[in-house]
């Protein structure tokens, strides 16, 4: 019965920086592993970032290490995404999703997704 809200995306040129914010709904928020999510026009969905539910592991498609960095607030229900050094390559339509295993290869519950467009 999760229910997930993504915000901060928007158009930034290449090099920029965005913060991506998931608001999720419900107490047992802090027990559910936490991933961020993208998917390109005319591209599959991959998996950008995960974190578990206490914070302690974290994962990140090479593509993007060293330039984005996933957190979470589990006092106000919150998962961010920090995105710097932006590409154009990164460009898409950004998820936030939520399961209770860390290593799941599909995420149970899903945001709507937000638009991200770098230029160049």
């Known amino acids: 019965q999760v229910q997930l809200v993504e915000s901060g995306g928007g158009l930034v040129q290449t090099g920029g920086s965005l913060r991506l914010s998931c608001a999720a709904s419900g107490r047992t928020f802090s027990s559910y592993a936490m991933g961020w999510f993208r998917q390109a026009p005319g591209k599959e969905r991959e998996s950008v970032a995960r974190?578990?539910?206490?914070?302690?592991?974290?994962y990140y498609v090479d593509s993007v290490k060293g330039r984005f960095t996933i957190s979470r607030d589990n006092a106000k229900n919150t998962v961010y995404l920090q995105m710097n050094s932006l590409k154009p390559e990164d460009t898409a339509v950004y998820y936030c999703?939520?399961?209770?295993?860390?290593?799941?290869?599909?995420?149970?519950?899903w945001g709507q997704g937000t638009q991200v467009t770098v230029s160049s």
């Open positions: 999703a939520a399961d209770r295993f860390f290593d799941s290869p599909a995420y149970r519950y």
């Open positions: 974190i578990s539910w206490n914070g302690g592991t974290t």
